[in-house]
Structures are given as C-alpha cells and as structure tokens.
C-alpha cells in the first residue's frame, strides 16, 4: 500500500492577520490569535483545502495552545523567520502563505511557497 500523500502546508501570519481586521486586538494579542486559531479550525483554508494548518504566533500572542486542524508554532524571535523557515522546510510539497506582509512575501516565494492575503481566508 502506498503512504498517504503529505497535505499541503498552509502557514498563516498570526500577527499581520490578526492586524488586518480593526477589531480591538491590540488589547489582548493571545485572545486575538485564539480567535483566529478557532475560525481556521473551524473553516479550514483558503482555496477549498484541505490542508496541515500551522499558526505562527509571537510576541504577545504567545501561549496560544494547538486544537486538532491547526499547530500553533510560537516564534522564539520574528515571526516572519520562523514562517520563512517553515516554508523552505516544506520539503517540496506545495505550501501557502497568508499574509500581507510584501517583504515576506518576497523572502517566503524564494522558497516555492505562494502567498496570498488576509482576504483569502474563509474566516
């Protein structure tokens, strides 16, 4: 029997997606970043899907807790590192970033990820 193929990888900008929308966030990051975690949980990823959702938070989203669809992976330092990191890692399976952010963008598309914005997401 052959192994089930890899799902490809969405990486989702905690913080420029949870920025992108004037909700109050600013007042409590790992509220925000909880929200965020529970609406991909919930309506998975852009473009149909189905996908290994991964959540990269930092600074005071910190401690946001993983639930079963989406693994939340903290930043030690920028989060745009940990993103470009995790992108080159892909080990050539397709994979996604969300974000606005233009210059990771740039950084994350070096490694054969594509990008698309907040607006992409279901949620």
Known sequence: MDPEPELPLLIVDGANVVGSVPDGWWRDRR??????????????GPE?????????????????????GVRVEEAPGSGDDLIVDL?????????????AD????????????????????PV
Request: charged letters at 30%; glycine letters at 14%; hydrophobic letters at 40%.
């Open 31 to 44: 509220a925000a970043a909880e929200r965020l975690r529970d609406r991909l949980a919930a309506g998975g």
């Open 48 to 68: 149909g899907g189905p996908f290994e959702i991964v959540l990269v938070v930092e600074g005071r989203a910190r401690g946001v807790e993983s639930l079963p």
């Open 87 to 99: 992108a080159r890692n892909a080990a050539g399976r397709p994979c996604l970033v969300v974000t």
């Open 102 to 121: 233009r210059e990771l963008r740039r950084r994350a598309e070096e490694h054969g990820a594509r990008c698309v914005g907040p607006r992409a997401l």
